[in-house]
């Protein structure tokens, strides 16, 4: 997947909701996305493409000038249609909680095609200020903010509340976990360790090991690999990465241990592996057929 994101560094005058990054992506071979959560309000909106928006109890089709929004910590992912790349733009907004209607709806799709001009506008202009930082870019970022919201209210008639920090803490149970599990979700692919996930929030590594157990019933590290070898898996049936591309792509220390971790989870190599689940056995077997 080709994605660019730009954080903001949090305002000092701390307001109410306040913008956290921005982000484009388009959809690759190799793009997989898996449920994830945020303890931000994640909006997306859809520039180009079809594909199809995942939460823990829906899928659902996504398409141009689709704007999908997932409060705090709602587990949720994307895909993209092959023929039709999906390419969007994300914006992170913490402290802002969207109410759809249905007091149990925390996320919502709303086509936005007959108000494009407008709220495209928005979105481009906060893209273009993240990219050019220019004097007081984040100050502009806000305000641009402030007024995309102000439309979409207006458009849409969804209401807006500033608790989101609460019920991202409501929701996930364990706010530290929540954080862990994001940055393992974004960072998988590189150098992580329980020494430098426990030192990142400031809890003890033994107390988090429990608290992450009893929130997702396993420890940072065994989410760690799974985490990889669910990506491994992807890769294995959808590219010709080889197995050393594979390794040091999702940052296993060795090939042997990919191997071993691979076995014990499949019950077979990862050879055996895209054997029988890759692109060439299927289009083999669609030959023969």
Same mark, same amino acid.
């Given at each position: 997947?080709?994605s660019?994101?730009f954080?903001?560094i949090?305002?000092?005058n701390?307001p109410p909701?306040?913008?956290?990054y921005?982000?484009?992506? #388009?959809?690759?071979?190799?793009w997989?996305?898996?449920l994830?959560?945020?303890?931000c309000?994640?909006m997306f909106? #859809?520039i180009h493409g079809?594909?199809r928006?995942?939460?823990a109890?829906h899928?659902f089709?996504?398409?141009?000038d689709?704007?999908v929004?997932?409060n705090?910590g709602?587990?949720?992912?994307?895909?993209?249609?092959?023929?039709?790349?999906?390419?969007?733009?994300?914006?992170?907004?913490?402290?802002?909680?969207f109410h759809?209607g249905?007091?149990?709806s925390?996320y919502?799709?709303?086509n936005?095609?007959e108000?494009?001009?407008?709220?495209?506008?928005?979105?481009?202009?906060l893209l273009?200020?993240?990219?050019a930082?220019?004097?007081?870019?984040q100050?502009?970022c806000?305000? @641009?903010?402030?007024?995309?919201?102000i439309h979409?209210?207006?458009?849409?008639?969804?209401?807006i509340?500033?608790n989101?920090?609460e019920?991202?803490k409501?929701r996930a149970?364990?706010?530290? #976990?929540?954080? @862990?599990r994001q940055?393992i979700?974004?960072?998988?692919?590189?150098?992580?360790?329980?020494d430098s996930?426990a030192?990142? @929030?400031h809890?003890n590594?033994?107390y988090?090991?429990?608290a992450?157990?009893?929130e997702?019933?396993?420890?940072?590290?065994?989410y760690?690999?799974?985490?990889?070898?669910?990506?491994?898996?992807f890769?294995?049936?959808?590219?010709?990465?080889?197995?050393?591309?594979?390794?040091?792509i999702l940052?296993?220390s060795?090939?042997?241990?990919?191997?071993? #971790?691979?076995?014990?989870?499949?019950n077979?190599?990862?050879?055996?592996y895209r054997?029988?689940?890759?692109?060439s056995?299927?289009q083999?077997a669609?030959?023969e057929?």
């Open positions: 997947m080709s660019t994101r954080d903001f949090p305002m000092q701390n909701y306040q913008l956290l921005v982000a484009s992506s #388009c959809y690759d071979k190799d997989n996305s898996l994830h959560t945020h303890t309000t994640e909106y #859809c079809r594909g928006f995942h939460t109890g899928t089709d996504i398409k141009k689709d704007l929004i997932v705090a709602v587990e949720h992912a994307e895909s993209s249609t092959p023929n039709h790349p999906l390419e969007y733009l994300v914006l992170g907004v913490q402290g802002l909680s759809f249905e007091a149990s925390e919502s799709v709303l936005f095609g108000n494009r001009d407008e709220i495209f506008f928005y979105l481009k202009t273009q200020e993240t990219t930082q220019q004097e007081n870019y100050r502009m806000q305000q @641009i903010l402030d007024i995309l919201l979409m209210q207006r458009i849409a008639y969804v209401k509340s500033t989101t920090p019920l991202g409501r149970a364990n706010y530290n #976990c929540a954080l @862990i940055y979700d974004e960072h998988f692919s590189e150098a992580i360790t329980l996930l030192k990142m @929030i809890i590594k033994c988090l090991v429990r992450f157990q009893k997702y019933g396993t420890t940072p590290i065994n760690l690999i799974e985490r990889r070898l669910e990506e491994a898996r890769l294995l049936k959808n590219t010709d990465y080889s197995t050393s591309q594979i390794v040091s940052g296993f060795s090939p042997s241990y990919f191997s071993q #971790c691979f076995r014990r989870r499949e077979m190599t990862p050879s055996q054997e029988k689940y890759g692109q056995s299927h083999a669609g030959n057929s």
